[in-house]
């Protein structure tokens, strides 16, 4: 629908896009922050599984926070 | 007139730069992630890279908004006038503002005085610079908002060395795509103005790439405005909005990058300044609602109000001075002169401001 010369559904994507991105690109690397402090906290107090668990999902964040990084290039280079 | 208006879009394309170095560096310099001049540094060479990343040509600046047979390169030069004096002016008063919008604006107000209301479209505007205008700040103020409340869940309860220690990390990166996407968008547009000079000089085919002195003086010229640096703007955006922790920083860039390119790859622009500064204002006040000083959100809303009447008017009485000058040489080279003179005293004002910021701004 195009209400004067704004097409309605194009805001509504540049929304619902700008608010998955936006806050799951933030979210993600806070669960960086959160398994890599969690797990060094854990490895000190011995608890070598959960220390390891941490560490997975900090690695998993990343790798999820570095794939949103390339796709922001991209969408830069291929504009 | 053709290298006039040449030089006047790279003094542009410099003012773009120093103007919207806030932009990717402001908090990062605040939460002291990055040395001030380590920052500029940064963005000053992603911005050179950027320019060079994407060449699909945005000859399109305006188009759409103002109709393109009817533009001169006296319209464009007085457009670029406009634009330059209206990034001077919010430059000095520490308030950030669209350079895409200045532009617009200006080349709106010399086109409207050349060929009269004809030679704008007012749904273009509407759909082009004032939509954006009203959405960015808005959809950047809650995406921030949400961002830094799902974040302090997240890391609220850890030891503060490791948080604060990972969100600085983490503002290098984002604040490194910001600064690349500013070239991308914003060195394009200085690139556009001048291939569409050569192309009405002849002096290239429509069709043809754009040359490459085109492109590497655009790039040089935005990159050194960006090393440069306004630090007022930086002041305003890094310290003088909300006084803002790493994990705000953070989110503020992240946010914004995210959401300008989300809009972007939609094909709905939005202005890098206006998101970014309303990502700054909601993840001050998500977190608590007088942590944003409210006098200063407000003087840079009305800059934004401004930016397109007053650059306006001002590409409207250059266009009307060019004229009564002669458009052909006489006219564009006194408004020049004028111009680096101004541009002269605003740099060494700048130096003076420059040596006293610091990270607390």
Redesign the interface.
């Known amino acids: 629908m195009t209400v ?3 097409d309605t559904h ?2 509504w ?3 619902w ?3 998955l ?7 993600l ?6 398994g ?3 797990s ?1 906290e854990m490895r000190r107090a011995g608890r070598d599984g959960a220390a390891f668990a941490y560490a997975a999902l900090a690695a998993l964040a990343f790798a999820l926070f570095a794939a ?2 390339v796709l ?2 991209q ?5 | 007139m053709l290298w006039i208006v040449v030089a006047t879009a790279l003094a542009f394309d410099f003012t773009n730069g120093f103007h919207d170095t806030a932009n990717a560096v402001a908090t990062a310099i605040s939460t002291r992630a990055l040395s001030p001049r380590l920052a500029v540094s940064m963005a000053a060479v992603l911005n050179f890279a ?1 320019a060079f ?2 060449l ?1 040509v945005a000859a399109t600046i305006a188009t759409g908004i103002v109709d393109a047979d009817l533009i001169t390169p006296a319209i464009v030069f007085a457009g670029l006038v406009g634009a330059i004096a209206w990034n001077l002016a919010t430059w000095y008063f520490g308030l950030p503002s669209s350079s895409s919008h200045a532009l617009i604006g200006g080349v709106v107000g010399s086109a409207f005085v050349a060929e009269g209301a004809k030679a704008v479209y007012g ?2 505007l ?2 082009k610079v004032i ?1 954006p205008a009203l ?1 960015a700040p808005v ?2 103020f ?3 908002g ?3 409340l ?2 302090y869940r ?2 609220g309860r ?2 503060p060395g ?2 604060v220690r ?2 600085r990390y ?1 503002q290098v ?1 984002s604040a490194s ?1 910001l600064a ?2 500013h070239g ?1 968008n914003d060195a394009q547009k200085t690139m556009g103005i001048i291939f569409l000079a050569l192309v009405a000089n002849g002096n290239v085919a429509p069709d043809a790439d754009v040359p490459t002195w085109v492109v590497v003086s655009a790039a040089s010229a935005i990159a050194l405005g960006t090393y440069v640096g306004g630090w007022r703007i930086i002041r305003t955006m890094g310290s003088r909005i909300i006084k803002m922790d790493p ?1 705000q920083g ?2 503020a860039q ?2 914004g ?3 300008i ?8 622009p ?1 202005s890098t300044t206006h998101v970014i500064s309303g990502a700054i204002m909601g993840t001050g006040a998500a977190k608590r609602v007088s942590a944003v000083r409210w006098g200063v959100a407000g003087n840079i809303v009305a800059a934004w109000v401004l930016t397109l009447p007053a650059s306006a008017a001002v590409g409207g009485l250059t266009y009307a001075v060019v004229a009564l000058l002669g458009s052909d040489d006489v006219g564009p080279i006194v408004v020049s002169a004028a111009l680096l003179a101004a541009l002269g005293l605003a740099l060494g004002r700048r130096l003076v401001a420059g040596r006293t910021l610091t990270a607390e701004g």
């Open positions: 004067l010369a704004v194009l805001l994507q540049v929304v896009v700008s608010l991105a936006g806050v799951g690109i933030s979210a690397f806070s669960l960086v922050i959160l890599a402090a969690r060094g949103g990084v922001g290039v969408a830069m280079v291929n504009k | 950027g990343i994407s699909a749904s273009g509407v759909d939509v959405v959809l950047a809650v995406v921030g949400l961002g830094i799902v974040v997240i890391v850890q030891r490791p948080v990972g969100f983490g990166i795509l690349l996407s991308t994990a953070f989110v992240s946010v990058a995210t959401v390119m989300a809009a972007s790859h939609v094909g709905f939005l």
